[in-house]
């Protein structure tokens, strides 16, 4: 039996055997379209910064109803939360390429 496990990051994908986890894999394959589909900074920044403006909409309608409504808020925050990890997740990317320059 074997299955396919997928690296992420790495666009490389393994066949390792399922009945023997200590073992090195069976095949290993590097899939090309995988590199294409990344999600590229500018994505990032222009998506989180819709994020960021969606939920200053939404506080800003409940703002307007006197704080009565529950929905508007949290789904605010789950916004300003998925805006954060799209900056840190660049933030982590520029910091990992700073240093591979630096280290090289």
Known sequence: MSRITTLSGIHESEISCSLDRGCDPIASFDNPKLRT???TWAFRRWFSATLIGASIALIWLDWRSDFERMGPPIFAW?????ALVFVTWGLALVAQ??????HL
């Open 37 to 39: 589909r990344e999600i």
């Open 78 to 82: 789950k916004l300003i939360a998925t």
């Open 97 to 102: 390429k700073f240093l591979a320059k630096r």
